[in-house]
């Protein structure tokens, strides 16, 4: 469990900040460059767990190159390359403070909030009538304002959103465009790999010219819940759980252990047992999402690797 990275500290040329979010590290360099690392932390019920899952880094590294590739000819992003299996570079960008989530299926977080009873998420009407996992007649966006480390992430409408000037309503329909246009091509990769995209986060950008690009990450396991197509409408008739590969699983597990990121609750202890189910569950997933099979990179030093590569792109 040593070998996984959960930290890090690089001081790379012209270095001028250093953002440490919930998974992500991210360097800015003074010319408007951006070196953003993926660790293996786990966050959950946004807590960042004590212990690291081996590869997890690596794997949402690079679904999430590997879907902005298949995304850039439809919504710009921010990425330039990618030199490590960890990281990515790309251009500076001043992040927006809220988090497009859009969402197909009434799962997750909206189902949980349904079932107190509440039909109105984000200033989103949800149809009565309606059970856990059913697709909902049109995606809806329910955006969340953006939480720092150890902060809860929280629902906001777009009235609120506009009304306290968060974005502004220009670049609000932008984003709105943008998140549509998004889901519905990552619904139909998902589909050619006989999945369901349930729902997802994008997050944005803006660049110093202006532009309002794609950052962060986007059709990861940690971003989005997938189903399996076959045998949804079977199990959705049955009323039975649906077959999923997203975070989901370590959510329940954590629910199970009486943890939900409550005021007084404790993270329960993570066996090395544990640890190493969900890192072959994350290999899992990278593998049904991209369809091709994961190269584990070598982690005997995984500091040391990252840091070479990134300055070799750097020095080139």
Known sequence: MSNTIIDTNFSFPKQVNLYKGKVREVYSLENDLMVMVATDRLSAFDVVMPKGIPYKGQILNQIATK????????????????????????????????????????????????????RVLCGVAMPEGMHENDKFPNPI??????????????????????KKGIVS???????????????????????????????????????????????????????????????????????????????????????SNNFQGLEGQVVPEMTDEYIISVSERYIELYENITGEKFVKADITNIQSRIETNVLSYLTR
Request: charged share 30%.
């Open 67 to 118: 879907m902005m590739a298949e995304t850039e000819d439809i919504v710009p992003n921010w990425l330039l390359a990618t030199p490590d299996p960890n990281v990515a570079i790309g251009h500076a960008c001043e992040p927006f403070k809220v988090e497009m989530v859009i969402r197909g299926y009434m799962s997750g977080h909206a189902a949980r909030e349904y079932k107190l009873g509440k």
């Open 169 to 255: 309503e220009e670049d609000y329909i932008v984003l709105e465009n943008y998140t549509k246009a998004l889901f519905e091509r990552g619904t139909d990769i998902a589909a050619k790999r006989g999945l369901i995209l349930v729902d997802t986060k994008y997050e944005f950008g803006k660049t110093k010219d202006g532009k309002i690009v794609l950052i962060d990450e986007i059709h990861t396991p940690d971003s989005s819940r997938y189903f399996y197509a076959d045998g949804y409408q079977e199990r959705q008739n049955k009323e039975e759980a649906q077959k999923q590969l997203s975070k989901e699983f370590v959510r329940q597990w954590l629910i």
């Open 141 to 162: 966006i329910t955006p969340a304002t953006k939480a720092e480390m150890g902060d809860h992430d929280e629902d906001i409408s777009r009235e609120d959103i506009l």
